[in-house]
């Protein structure tokens, strides 16, 4: 159970890791009618400059999203959330999902937090969001 009175700025949540895979990202531009070819093609990938196929911004997204929801359970909802993509991911690198609560407010049960995700190399994508707590 996610307790209001236990958080302050500066607390971090646990992080979460995924693995994504060539398969993973090519259904997910699939799913998402994400066209470009540098999400499921190395070698337009390379040609445009990148090591790899890349990890799409809105999959940035969507673990960022899972790490909140598992964190919150049943306890809260998400009510706000942005992002920015910062660097890069590929699918031969862990991609890591973190969050930090920046500030608590217990009167209205509201929660916001830094997010981001990245890999052992550099930050991929950073934002922010909002949880609120139910009592």
């Given at each position: 159970m996610t307790n209001i009175?236990?958080?302050h700025a500066g607390q971090e949540l646990p992080e979460l890791t995924k693995e994504p895979s060539i398969p993973q990202l090519f259904r997910y531009s699939a799913v998402t009618w994400?066209?470009?070819r540098i999400h499921y093609d190395a070698d337009h990938a390379r040609e445009e400059g990148h090591p790899n196929i890349l990890v799409q911004a809105h999959l940035h997204g969507a673990v960022i999203q899972e790490l909140l929801m598992d964190w919150l359970g049943a306890d809260g909802k998400l009510t706000d959330l942005s992002w920015r993509n910062v660097g890069r991911a590929t699918p031969d690198s862990d991609l890591h999902v973190g969050a930090e609560v920046?500030?608590?407010?217990?009167?209205a049960g509201v929660v916001e937090l830094e997010v981001w995700t990245r890999t052992d190399a550099e930050r991929c994508a950073e934002g922010v969001a909002a949880v609120e707590l139910f009592d």
């Open positions: 009175d236990d958080l994400n066209a470009h920046t500030t608590v407010d217990a009167d």
